[in-house]
């Protein structure tokens, strides 16, 4: 399967992305010496939008928990640290449940009653 998607992925590459950035770059007049710096001029592009992307998302990010805040919801953090707090609480009880001395000792305590 990976194989596969490393086929499509260098099909997309080749047939769509390097194609569509060398006329966008023609429009432009931006003309590149040999394949090495096209490359390397690609790759740049790639970079820059993946980071514009990571900025974008850290800001949509931002304001989503400064709206929460605002209407008195938990924020993104808080929430993430509750699902932590939980998992904790439920492998303390697994554990406790498992525990063979505080099975007796509940089992022991259901009999008194």
């Given at each position: 399967m990976p194989q596969d998607l490393d086929q499509?992925?260098?099909?997309?590459?080749a047939q769509v992305y390097e194609p569509a950035f060398f006329a966008k770059c023609a429009e432009l007049?931006?003309?590149?010496?040999?394949?090495?710096?096209?490359?390397?001029?690609?790759e740049t592009v790639v970079r820059l939008k993946d980071r514009m992307q990571q900025e974008q998302a850290s800001v949509?990010?931002?304001?989503a928990d400064a709206l929460r805040q605002s209407c008195g919801a938990p924020s993104t953090a808080q929430k993430q640290a509750e699902q932590t707090k939980r998992q904790k609480i439920a492998a303390a009880v697994e554990a406790l449940q498992s525990n063979p001395a505080v099975q007796a000792a509940a089992l022991a305590v259901r009999e008194a009653k």
């Open positions: 499509a992925q260098a099909t997309l590459a007049g931006i003309e590149f010496p040999d394949r090495a710096t096209f490359d390397d001029a690609l949509v990010k931002s304001a």
